[in-house]
């Protein structure tokens, strides 16, 4: 009988140890960085799955707009164009260097119904709008420059301010500006217009810059995710 009891004995202890050992979980640095891996793999997927819809989306990027050369600014919301131009008749004095700096599209406005006071036209597509700024300057007067603020709209530039500054030197803190074009005498908008139609700033450039930037944008989107890849990938 007694030894009977010291087996129970026995055993009784031997079911407390092994219920008592310690019980193997994983530890909580571990499970952390299954979830970190899990959430960058996720990620990954997400990000080459943009890339790979964006390749086939946008058109070729059309030629400079002759005779502009296209300074595109990878990375950047703005190109710069430029080009060489002189009067046929002057002489050295009226070499000019024209230049055109142009933000992606920045904005854009409901199409109207047409007639006088119409609503605008929620059946059509927005008009897109990019800002544009000239600069024409005359090669044997550098520190000089006129200035022509503009809105380039898909079919049309439209002139918003004309002024001249100085460059070079430090510019006034509210330079006067003029009044806005509109408010000009028709004669003199119409001048203007010409004035810039000659230095090839005209509605095709309007056309063109909208042509480059859809194309931009698609190209800057693609670069942009696959810098975050690679970020996420180190």
């Not at 571990?30 to 891996?37: E, Q, Y």
């Not at 409901?110 to 897109?128: F, N, V």
């Not at 079919?155 to 006067?176: I, K, N």
């Not at 000659?198 to 309007?206: F, I, S, T």
Request: contains cysteine; charged residues 30%; proline residues 8%.
């Amino acid at each position: 009988m007694a030894r009977r009891l010291l087996h129970l004995r026995a055993l009784s202890h031997g079911c407390s140890a092994t219920a008592n050992a310690p019980r193997l979980v994983p530890s909580r640095p571990f499970i952390s960085d299954m979830r970190r891996s899990a959430f960058t793999d996720r990620l990954l997927r997400s990000l080459r799955s943009e890339i790979s819809s964006c390749r086939g989306g946008p058109a070729p990027t059309p030629p400079p707009l002759a005779p502009f050369a296209v300074d595109d600014r990878p990375g950047e919301q703005w190109v710069r164009l430029r080009r060489a131009f002189s009067n046929a008749e002057g002489g050295d004095d009226d070499e000019e260097e024209v230049r055109v700096d142009a933000t992606m599209v920045d904005g854009a406005m409901a199409p109207s119904r047409s007639g006088e006071g119409a609503e605008p036209d929620d059946s059509r597509p927005p008009r897109l709008h990019i800002s544009v700024h000239v600069e024409v300057a005359k090669v044997a007067r550098p520190d000089l420059a006129l200035n022509f603020e503009c809105s380039a709209w898909p079919d049309e530039l439209e002139v918003l301010r004309v002024f001249p500054v100085r460059r070079g030197g430090t510019a006034p803190v509210q330079q006067y500006m003029g009044r806005q074009f509109r408010e000009l005498d028709e004669e003199m908008q119409s001048a203007v217009h010409d004035y810039l139609e000659h230095r090839g700033v005209n509605d095709e450039l309007a056309a063109f810059l909208h042509s480059y930037m859809e194309n931009k944008e698609q190209t800057e989107l693609v670069r942009w995710l696959k810098s975050v890849e690679i970020y996420i990938k180190k």
